[in-house]
């Protein structure tokens, strides 16, 4: 190589530098890049969420002992991590435990002839791998099985809860994105009213459609229409936060935090006992999991509902109310600005 082409190829690099790229094509691609980076996580995480599901440590309780329970008994303990036995000393005590959501079935040897009881409605996950186990060839069971809280025919896969909380979700922080781009001059006050004014509207639509008119979710309706509007009213203050906080790029934590991991990990498509871990925690640390367990537990367990969902609610929609109140003083500016 002459003296020349080496002095040359400097200015050959200089001139393919990316500070040379005109900026709204680098803002393009770097908008572009994290919209492939946000879709592909997306694709990855519902795979291995949702995509695999098997049990991990999936309560199953056993009364007495026969026979006919020995071996599906021997194949639970044989997969110790995916079910976790428990002996109860009554048939009584097992339901009961069923009823309480404490367990998802029990192999009662003292019911004649032995029976597989379960639950689909508790965990439709967890009673299909059991019956799965209990199949000898198709239409052909070990055990016969008695379901104590089937799924309606109105909603046989148990995805209703889902659907509502992907919706109210949805509803929650895609209004606050067209607020703010099409009523700019709105402040902090009456940004949360329009707030307020969505979650109940929406949260009764969405209660409306999903319990009356489908009749795909038996929980009554005051009850329904206000777990919808406590998911709306969390998906929205916490977007409208990070609207004050980082203006258009807003999308990506609430993408992230309701999306990717919220509705992944919501026990909704999948229960919560299949979910691997970090997904299996988040579904009761995230308000998705927590609308979800608590509509679920509204509509099919009205007697032993669980204050844990709601108590996660609220924390996270006071949170979300306080962040957006203070960060909106302190840096002067409204959710539309």
Avoid at 18 to 37: D, F, H, M, S, T
Avoid at 77 to 87: L, T
Avoid at 159 to 176: C, K, N, S
Avoid at 217 to 226: K, M, R, S
């Amino acid at each position: 190589m002459s003296r020349l082409e080496a002095s040359e190829q400097p200015s050959e690099l200089a001139r393919f530098s990316p500070r040379r790229i005109p900026l709204e094509i680098r803002k393009a691609a770097a908008i572009i890049a994290i919209a492939i980076v946000m879709a592909s996580s997306f694709a990855l995480a519902y795979t291995v969420a949702l995509g695999r599901p098997f049990p991990r440590n999936l309560p199953v309780g056993v009364v007495g002992s026969a026979a006919a329970t020995a071996p599906l008994i021997a194949a639970l303990q044989n997969r110790p991590s995916e079910f976790a036995v428990h002996s109860y000393p009554s048939r009584q005590d097992a339901i009961a435990a069923i009823n309480q959501q404490h367990i998802t079935a029990v192999i009662d040897a003292t019911a004649v002839p032995p029976q597989l009881v379960l639950s689909s409605a508790s965990d439709p996950s967890g009673a299909r791998a059991l019956t799965q186990l209990d199949q000898t060839q198709p239409g052909q069971f070990t055990l016969p099985i008695l379901d104590l809280h089937p799924l309606p025919p109105s909603d046989p896969a148990g995805l209703a809860t889902f659907y509502l909380v992907i919706a109210a979700t949805i509803l929650g922080f895609i209004t606050m994105f067209q607020l703010r781009a099409n009523v700019k001059t709105l402040n902090l006050r009456r940004w949360l009213l329009c707030l307020a004014a969505l979650a109940a509207a929406g949260g009764a639509a969405l209660a409306l459609v999903t319990g009356p008119v489908l009749h795909a979710l038996g929980a009554p309706f005051p009850e329904l229409w206000l777990l919808s509007s406590l998911q709306i009213a969390v998906a929205a203050a916490f977007n409208s936060t990070m609207l004050v906080l980082i203006h258009r790029w807003a999308i990506i934590p609430t993408w992230i935090v309701f999306i990717l991991l919220g509705n992944t990990s919501s026990g909704g498509a999948v229960s919560a006992s299949l979910l691997p871990q970090p997904f299996a925690f988040l579904n009761h640390a995230l308000p998705s999991g927590a609308t979800v367990s608590a509509i679920h537990a509204a509509t099919y367990f009205p007697d032993n509902q669980r204050t844990l969902p709601i108590v996660v609610l609220v924390l996270w929609l006071v949170t979300c109310l306080t962040a957006l109140i203070v960060f909106s003083r302190k840096l002067g500016r409204s959710p539309a600005a």
